[in-house]
């Protein structure tokens, strides 16, 4: 039986009222002296971010000054009801999003600059860095607020982490680290030394994916899902887990509902109300709790 993981982003946050995605992108475009001079509602975020940094002063607000704003407004966000619900489900891996530390938060845990337990360690990209809080794994997948470094926010950044990524399952690591790790797909066949990234859990592991919009320039997670449908498909790999996608059922998108669908992703619509957004998440793990 494959190991149950859990995947969330930052529509867990959103469950109750609190510091908001859409407040901290106001918050960075004053920052930044760009107050009226970018439109923020017509863009994808990574867009959005590539465009605040070009225009901005390089000297006043250079990148790595840029992500360090972004880091210190995210460590405001506190845990709610959700967090602690998903606490309490006890799962051995959660992955994440999020750059915040709300799960870590609920555990009080005291958050550690040295912390990170990834098998590789890494200062930008975020293949292996995980944290242990409690009895269980964090992984970052995006990066986290304490190594504003990692942070995935522009296209750059996504598609540098997705050379990583690919390198990791199909040629190995030699190329992008100077520990060498075996690729992910002979590791699979042999089933030896699974576990020691976050990938690893996509291609082995039931996934469950809560408060995550899956946007299209998730570019990264869009491939993992495509290069997973085939390699089930062409049979290269012994792929036997389930990836399961809960969804506000008014805002299935047919296209993207179709595509997951194609890529063997169970997508479950949920009932959603926007003046009560807790019945869902909390709907969606009791289904997970059965489902375990």
């Not at 863009?43 to 901005?56: A, C, G, H, N």
């Not at 990938?199 to 491939?223: N, Q």
């Not at 498909?233 to 012994?238: A, G, H, I, S, T």
Request: hydrophobic share 40%; charged share 25%.
């Amino acid at each position: 039986m494959a190991q149950k993981v859990l995947l969330i982003g930052n529509g867990i946050n959103n469950a109750s009222p609190g510091y908001r995605w859409e407040e901290l992108i106001q918050r960075l475009i004053e920052y930044v002296d760009l107050a009226g001079k970018i439109d923020s509602n017509v863009k994808p975020f990574p867009m959005l971010y590539e465009e605040i940094v070009l225009r901005s002063n390089r000297k006043r607000h250079d990148e790595n000054q840029i992500k360090k704003f972004i880091a210190s407004e995210v460590q405001k966000i506190e845990p709610n009801e959700i967090h602690n619900a998903i606490a309490r489900l006890g799962f051995k891996d959660i992955l994440t999003t999020n750059y915040d530390y709300g799960l870590e938060k609920v555990f009080k845990t005291k958050i550690n600059p040295y912390g990170n337990l990834g098998y590789v360690r890494e200062n930008r990209y975020s293949v292996f860095r995980h944290s242990e809080v409690g009895k269980s794994r964090i992984w970052h997948i995006h990066g986290e607020a304490i190594v504003p470094s990692s942070i995935v926010l522009g296209y750059e950044h996504y598609c540098g982490y997705l050379q990583y990524m690919r390198n990791y399952i199909i040629t190995g690591t030699s190329d992008s680290y100077k520990t060498t790790i075996e690729t992910l797909m002979k590791r699979i066949i042999k089933q030896k030394r699974l576990g020691i990234s976050w990938i690893d859990h996509f291609l082995t592991s039931d996934v469950f994916i809560l408060g995550l919009k899956m946007d299209f320039v998730e570019m990264h997670l869009w491939w993992l899902l495509t290069y997973r449908a085939k390699a089930k498909k062409y049979r290269l790999l012994p792929i036997h887990n389930k990836i399961v996608f809960f969804v506000p059922r008014q805002y299935v998108e047919v296209d993207k509902a179709q595509f997951l669908s194609s890529c063997g992703v169970n997508v479950i619509p949920l009932k959603y109300q926007r003046t009560d957004r807790k019945n869902f998440y909390m709907e969606a793990l009791s289904l997970i709790k059965k489902a375990r």
